[in-house]
């Protein structure tokens, strides 16, 4: 991710947290990135992981991978000019 994307691109972050991830997203948009936290894990999230992640992985690992791509098919980010980012928890699951 370069400085001339910071103005251009949207950066896609799974929600791991709503009560401080909020804060996340404002602190990115303070300093130029257009950062979108995805909505929570719901039904259709879960589901969509479940296609695309290996079953040995972490349950955790499924919701964020669902999100992400749930987030790319919707129709509402350019896959072209869009970035994904993934936190580390501590753990090495995600």
Not at 53 to 77: E, F, T
Request: aromatic share 8%; net charge positive; glycine share 8%.
């Amino acid at each position: 991710f370069t400085k001339e994307m910071k103005k251009d691109w949207t950066i896609l972050a799974p929600q791991m947290s709503p009560m401080h991830f909020q804060f996340i997203e404002k602190a990115a948009r303070t300093e130029g990135y257009n950062l979108d936290v995805l909505p929570a894990n719901d039904k259709e999230a879960i589901e969509e992981g479940i296609k695309y992640v290996n079953n040995d992985a972490c349950y955790p690992s499924i919701l964020v991978i669902g999100q992400m791509i749930r987030a790319l098919k919707s129709g509402k980010y350019d896959p072209k000019k869009t970035a994904v980012i993934i936190s580390q928890t501590g753990g090495g699951c995600r």
